[in-house]
């Protein structure tokens, strides 16, 4: 199937500095690519929609001058926590959609950890 | 707005036993995904449901989306420790691919 990587694994940072997360797809092009966050022992909830060559869309109660998303190609989209604040630590996923199917496959995942 | 639930939350099986998840929504399904989870992992896609009355399976899982379009099973025949992990149902209730997910089902597969 298809092959999302996301990196870093896993970074700790602290309080006030910005973290930047990248997201890509290996072996196909996605238009659309979607950023997660879930918190221990809950489910993924969407954050915003990264749609390549545009601005994201945001979920509602999600900061876009908080959490800034670049999708610059088809096989890159990047997530930036700016100054973050350790109610950011969370378990980021994104995900990204092949083609015209709805199918979404995601990245292994990126733990924040904000002292 | 739509909301899936999953039952039951957790289950411990002894490994060889069959068990079934419980996806339920609150409208009309229009895609049903599977997904299974590691702790600490991203997302493994396992199958998509679509009509109403459809069976999929993948090695030793089965899934079934009810006739209603509200419900969706995931039965495992003979579970192994390999099987261990978190489940979860996702839909695209607004058919703009942004997902929403069900709460999660956690399966221990004992040796």
């Known amino acids: 199937g298809a092959v999302v990587s996301q990196h870093p694994s896993r970074v700790i940072c602290k309080s006030g500095t910005s973290v930047k997360i990248e997201c890509r797809s290996l072996d196909f092009q996605a238009t659309t690519m979607f950023w997660y966050r879930q918190f221990p022992k809950q489910s993924l909830m969407l954050m915003a929609t990264?749609?390549?060559?545009?601005?994201?869309?945001?979920e509602q109660g999600v900061e876009k001058d908080k959490f800034l998303i670049n999708h610059a190609s088809l096989t890159l989209s990047t997530l930036t926590v700016t100054s973050a604040h350790p109610e950011d630590s969370s378990f980021y996923i994104c995900?990204?959609?092949?083609?015209?199917?709805?199918?979404?496959?995601f990245g292994p995942g990126t733990r924040l950890l904000v002292l | 707005s739509q909301e899936l639930e999953q039952s039951p939350q957790s289950l411990i099986v002894q490994e060889g036993k069959n068990l079934t998840i419980n996806c339920t929504s609150s409208?009309?399904?229009?895609?049903l995904y599977w997904y299974k989870q590691k702790y600490g992992e991203g997302l493994i896609f396992l199958m998509m449901l679509q009509k109403g009355g459809e069976e999929k399976s993948h090695e030793k899982i089965t899934a079934k989306l009810d006739e209603k379009k509200q419900q969706s099973s995931l039965h495992i025949t003979a579970s192994q420790p390999s099987h261990a992990g978190i489940y979860l149902c996702g839909a695209d209730p607004s058919g703009t691919y942004k997902y929403i997910f069900g709460t999660g089902t956690r399966l221990k597969v004992l040796a």
């Open positions: 995900s990204a959609r092949e083609g015209s199917g709805g199918t979404q496959y």
């Open positions: 990264s749609n390549e060559g545009s601005k994201a869309t945001y």
């Open positions: 409208k009309t399904l229009y895609g």
